[in-house]
């Protein structure tokens, strides 16, 4: 089955720096790959998603990219802000399985200092 | 808005009771799972559905089963809860093309 690894488990970042998060993944059969933020006590939210014919997608300050060849994705957040301390979760799946069940990394805890 | 609806936010039972925990959808969704979420294991897979009556084994089945007798409601049943069963528990739905969508999730506590 796929496996996803993801670093860094912690990632602390002062007010308007960047922070990258990276994910590795083991199927090569994958072909979707979200990312979810959740917040202190509340429900993961998808924040962006990729697909494998795409390299990159941007919403704003966050972007992922892809890099199939080396099965490795990446969320790039900018200019972060106190509200984006949370844990974030990528996670992996083939949608061609007719099931789309996600393998998801164990999650990185964000915080950014004022 | 609530899409995802997990009927209860925080549970205590007891060693060796039986426990239903709920989740309901109204998004007509056909796939519903069930996550337990563990500090540094992040999210592992019990249970999945991908229609009425239909259900599969995730990653870590043992312990519990589930039923999914409508298409928008997905149980998870401890068959005799342990204390190792202490967790979140999140339900999800999705239609297949895309990624999930949470409930609020469950916090149990065995005791």
């Known amino acids: 089955g796929e496996n996803v690894e993801q670093h860094p488990s912690t990632l602390s970042v002062q007010e308007g720096d960047s922070a990258v998060i990276k994910c590795t993944y083991s199927?090569?059969?994958?072909?979707?790959f979200p990312w979810y933020k959740q917040e202190l006590g509340k429900r993961p939210q998808l924040i962006i998603d990729i697909r494998s014919n795409v390299g990159e997608k941007k919403d704003q300050r966050i972007a992922v990219t892809l890099n199939k060849t080396a099965k490795h994705f990446s969320l790039h957040i900018t200019e972060t802000q106190p509200e984006d301390s949370a844990v974030y979760f990528c996670?992996?799946?083939?949608?061609?399985?007719?099931?789309?069940?996600?393998?998801f990394g164990k999650g990185t805890m964000l915080l950014v200092s004022p | 808005d609530v899409k995802v609806t997990q009927s209860s936010r925080y549970l205590v039972k007891r060693t060796g009771e039986k426990v239903f925990l709920e989740c309901v959808q109204d998004m007509d969704h056909e796939n519903m799972f069930w996550y337990r979420q563990d500090p540094g294991l992040g999210l592992r897979l019990i249970y999945f559905?991908?229609?009425?009556?239909?259900?599969e084994k995730g990653d870590i089945p043992e312990g519990y089963s589930v039923s999914r007798e409508k298409k928008e409601r997905f149980s998870l049943i401890l068959e005799s809860a342990s204390t190792n069963q202490t967790s979140m528990y999140l339900c999800?739905?999705?239609?297949?093309?895309?990624?999930?969508?949470f409930g609020s999730g469950t916090r149990l506590t065995v005791v």
């Open positions: 999800a739905s999705s239609s297949g093309l895309s990624g999930y969508t």
């Open positions: 996670a992996a799946s083939d949608l061609n399985s007719g099931y789309s069940t996600l393998t």
């Open positions: 559905s991908y229609d009425v009556k239909m259900k």
């Open positions: 199927d090569s059969a994958s072909n979707y």
